[in-house]
């Protein structure tokens, strides 16, 4: 694990995990957050109505470490909706950057120090937990048909939208708050996955420096997945509508799209 010198590690960090029946995976998930060398960090736990009693049990761990907060949600209403109510509360309490992450331990909280600080080095408003830039990884139970439609998944958005981010649908992600102001949340559309695509879209117009490194992403160990018919057909028609309502500049966002840039552990950033 990446360790950042102290003034960084302070730096108010508000880790925004959004559930739904995810009452297995979450006390390993949050006590391994809650792990980090990481001083400023604060955890948000986000819950949809969990009818298997994943709110109660956030209360509890809220309860027991004071650096936890729950947002109770009356609905389970998509999680593009719930990163961005999670994301509107962290900023209102102060974070300076928030981080989206997953409570069914597919994203390992060993590499958000190190997201923190590439952020906070190369002055990006958004760093990208990367499965497809180089020493990026997928986990190793996913089959050939899965892996192949996420790789097609991210070439169909990036082609369309013209976004230079390799891992466009990513949802481990470390923002900046200046970022998330700027894209305006309570702007954004997308309900369910397409979330991830819409907004760093709008950070990249906004002129913001994204800086991609690379991540295992793992196989939930419990659970299933939300990812259902609807989320998909959503996130096949957003790239489409993005491009056509931003087709214009007269809407306020400046010139030309910016680089994205990838550091590697050990390696200087370099241009996608």
Known sequence: MTEIPPPWADTPLTVVMPTYNEAESLPGTAAAVLALPLPGLRLLIVDDDSPDGT?????????????????????????????????????????????????????????????????????????????????????????????????????????????PIRDLTAGYTLWSAAALNDIDLSGVRSAGYSFQVETKFLAVR?????VEIPIRFE????????????????????????????????????GPLPAARRVAAGRPAARL
């Open 55 to 163: 709110g109660e049990l956030a209360e509890r761990l809220a309860a027991a470490d004071p650096r936890v907060s729950v947002l109770h949600r009356t609905a389970k209403d998509g999680l593009g909706r719930a990163y961005a109510a999670g994301m509107t509360t962290a900023l209102r309490a102060g974070a300076g950057y928030v981080a989206q992450m997953d409570a069914d331990g597919s994203h390992r909280p060993e590499h958000l120090p190190e997201m923190l600080g590439a952020a906070i080095s190369t002055g990006a408003g958004l760093v990208v937990g990367s499965r497809y830039v180089p020493g990026g990884q997928l986990a190793a139970d996913w089959g050939p048909h899965r892996r192949a439609l996420s790789a097609c998944a991210n070439l169909y958005a990036t082609t369309v939208l013209g976004v």
């Open 206 to 210: 906004a002129g913001h420096k994204v």
């Open 219 to 254: 196989e939930r160990a419990h659970g299933t997945s939300k990812m259902d018919f609807a989320t998909q057909r959503e996130s096949a028609v957003l790239p489409l509508r993005l491009r056509w309502t931003h087709r214009h500049r007269g809407a306020g966002l400046p």
